[in-house]
């Protein structure tokens, strides 16, 4: 079992950044693979990125180039930094845990309670 803690969502401008965190615990954290996921009003989950037990990163392609994914084995940590945030970026973002890519779709078998970002332009 692996339990998950995002913290760090909020209210901001268009334009400005913020940094989601996850905290994670239970199993072992170290060999999963972790990501985020977001959901919009109204739209199903969305897979935003990613992050092996190697570092490896993936990133839908709406958030390339603006988002990052970083992880700290050591502390069992995982974060998003999210620039120039646009107003479609508005969601409940999720921290995965044992996350899986089959063909085009991704998935997860963990999942934390979700942190609301909510962009205004």
């Known amino acids: 079992q692996v339990q998950l803690v995002e913290s760090g969502g909020g209210l901001v401008q268009a334009g400005d950044s913020l940094r989601l965190s996850c905290a994670a615990s239970g199993r072992a954290f170290k060999n999963l693979h972790m990501g985020w996921f977001r959901e919009a009003p109204g739209k199903e989950r969305e897979f935003v990125a990613a992050?092996?037990?190697?570092?490896?990163?993936y990133y839908a392609d709406s958030v390339k180039g603006r988002f990052i994914i970083s992880r700290v084995r050591s502390k069992n940590t995982v974060s998003l930094q999210m620039n120039s945030l646009k107003s479609e970026d508005t969601a409940v973002y999720y921290c995965?845990?044992?996350?899986?890519?089959?063909?085009?779709?991704?998935?997860?078998?963990?999942w934390g309670q979700g942190t609301q970002v909510t962009v205004s332009s």
């Open positions: 995965a845990g044992d996350v899986r890519q089959y063909g085009n779709t991704w998935t997860s078998n963990y």
């Open positions: 992050i092996t037990w190697s570092s490896s990163t």
